[in-house]
């Protein structure tokens, strides 16, 4: 069974700091990874999906990037601001959408 | 356009009691998904149907779970009866076929007392 870790469990930062929050998966036999944020009480919203042929996507200050054969992928968040606290989840999809998630980084950007 | 829609938001009942949730998916998707949220982790899937089948249920406590998804549109997953360890976030979740992008609804958070 695909197994997910996320490190760190939780993160604060000053505004406009750079950042990087991991996700590790135990078996690199995936179609994509997906990254969601959530915030408290809300359900999940899709960020960027990852195909297993890439090496990245960007959106905006976000930048993921994919390392299908180490098993890692990593967020890249730019000149983070306070309103992109919220818990980030990285889940990998191991065929038909079966994603397997990680239990997330918290991510609190400190005014 | 609209996004997943989930109802009702909240809901808390009694041990035992039934309990049903609806999820309405983005139009046009065929794959259709309910998750589970327990506090501090990451959702775990319940039940995914294509179109009208369910083709992944290994998850799901047939016991007491029960979950359609009628013209291959909106679903409804069912409880019967709740007990105390149920009580989560239940997320649904959609996308156009295999492998694509999978959008989520609020999710409904459900208290059993």
């Known amino acids: 069974k695909q197994e997910v870790t996320q490190i760190p469990a939780a993160l604060s930062v000053p505004e406009g700091e750079n950042l990087v929050l991991n996700c590790s998966f135990t078996?690199?036999?995936?179609?994509?990874l997906q990254w969601f944020r959530q915030d408290p009480g809300k359900g999940l919203t899709s960020l960027l999906l990852?195909?297993?042929?890439?090496r990245e996507q960007t959106s905006g200050r976000l930048n993921a990037s994919l390392d299908k054969s180490s098993g890692r992928s990593t967020l890249y968040i730019a000149a983070s601001q306070p309103g992109d606290s919220a818990t980030y989840l990285c889940?990998?999809?191991?065929?038909?959408?079966?994603?397997?998630f990680g239990t997330g980084t918290r991510l609190t950007v400190i005014p | 356009e609209a996004g997943v829609v989930q109802s009702p938001r909240y809901k808390i009942i009694e041990k035992k009691q039934p309990v049903a949730f609806w999820c309405n998916p983005i139009?046009?998707?065929?794959?259709l998904y309910w998750y589970l949220q327990n506090l501090g982790q990451g959702p775990e899937l319940l039940i995914r149907?294509?179109?009208?089948?369910?083709?992944?249920d290994s998850q799901l406590p047939k016991d007491r779970f029960s979950a359609e998804r009628l013209k291959g549109v909106d679903s409804t997953l069912k409880i019967q009866p709740a007990e105390l360890g149920d009580s989560a976030v239940y997320l649904c979740?959609?996308?156009?076929?295999?492998?694509?992008?999978?959008?989520f609804g609020q999710g409904t958070r459900l208290t059993v007392v």
């Open positions: 979740a959609s996308s156009f076929s295999q492998n694509t992008e999978a959008f």
């Open positions: 078996d690199s036999a995936i179609y994509n």
């Open positions: 990852i195909q297993s042929s890439q």
């Open positions: 889940a990998v999809n191991a065929g038909a959408n079966n994603l397997f």
């Open positions: 139009s046009g998707h065929n794959t």
């Open positions: 149907y294509e179109n009208e089948e369910a083709v992944d």
